[in-house]
């Protein structure tokens, strides 16, 4: 199937932890996004990488370290863990940055 | 139905009835508009987008206005049915940005 796929679909991790999101698209898109929802539903962007390059980079804490071995690949890693991450990760890719997006089905983070 | 953006985040219609959902946008630069679906435990859902040149787009059984006059969005949903249940999100792009800014979302919920 086509589409963007992220792992894990749930992580349960404790406070202080280092942890990894993996994002997959074969779509052949050159864009891929790192979105964070919160429990109010709230869907705010985190980073952007067009083609490996870094193209957005919101105010993240520098404990959130995006990488793009590939443009079919952003990965997410998360460390030092604190209970405010807890949210819903949505990974997301698009043909350009001028069309629509098409998402992952989400990782839900819980940080004890 | 109908519902006002951020002052009505969820809105309740008969089953068989139509959905307007609106959206109020920050900035009169946003030359590209989205309307997202989110079910349950899954990642926003591309439905229809618009361009700023226009002011009316049809899909099947939804239909997205554009009034850049008062900075305002709304989808039209057609004959509700129990799988619209959901909670959509408007979503812009500033001319020239390469991100999606999206809006707080409207829950919709069908009445049998």
């Known amino acids: 199937d086509t589409a963007v796929s992220q792992t894990p679909k749930y992580l349960v991790t404790q406070m202080g932890n280092d942890k990894s999101i993996k994002c997959e698209q074969n779509?052949?898109?050159?864009?891929m996004y790192w979105y964070k929802q919160d429990s109010k539903k709230f869907l705010k962007i985190m980073f952007s990488?067009?083609?490996?390059?870094?193209?957005i980079n919101e105010t993240v804490p520098n404990r959130f370290s995006p990488k793009s071995p590939d443009k079919a690949h952003l990965n997410l890693h998360i460390n030092s863990l604190e209970l405010g991450d807890s949210a819903v990760y949505f990974c997301?890719?698009?043909?350009?940055?001028?069309?629509?997006?098409?998402f992952g089905s989400g990782t839900r983070l819980t940080v004890v | 139905g109908e519902s006002v953006g951020l002052h009505l985040p969820t809105l309740s219609v008969q089953e068989g009835d139509n959905s307007i959902i609106n959206c109020a946008y920050s900035?009169?630069?946003?030359?590209?508009f989205i309307w997202y679906k989110q079910e349950s435990g899954k990642g926003p859902q591309f439905i229809i987008d618009?361009?700023?040149?226009?002011d009316k787009r049809q899909g099947q059984r939804v239909t997205v206005l554009l009034n850049k006059t008062v900075k305002h969005l709304s989808l039209q949903i057609a004959a509700t049915q129990p799988g619209d249940s959901a909670v959509y999100f408007c979503?812009?792009?500033?001319?020239?940005?390469?991100?999606?800014?999206f809006g707080q979302g409207t829950r919709l919920t069908i009445n049998p």
């Open positions: 997301a890719s698009s043909q350009d940055t001028d069309y629509g997006y098409t």
């Open positions: 779509l052949g898109h050159d864009t």
């Open positions: 990488y067009n083609n490996k390059e870094l193209i």
């Open positions: 900035n009169s630069a946003s030359d590209y």
């Open positions: 618009i361009r700023s040149n226009m």
């Open positions: 979503a812009e792009k500033m001319q020239g940005a390469q991100k999606l800014v």
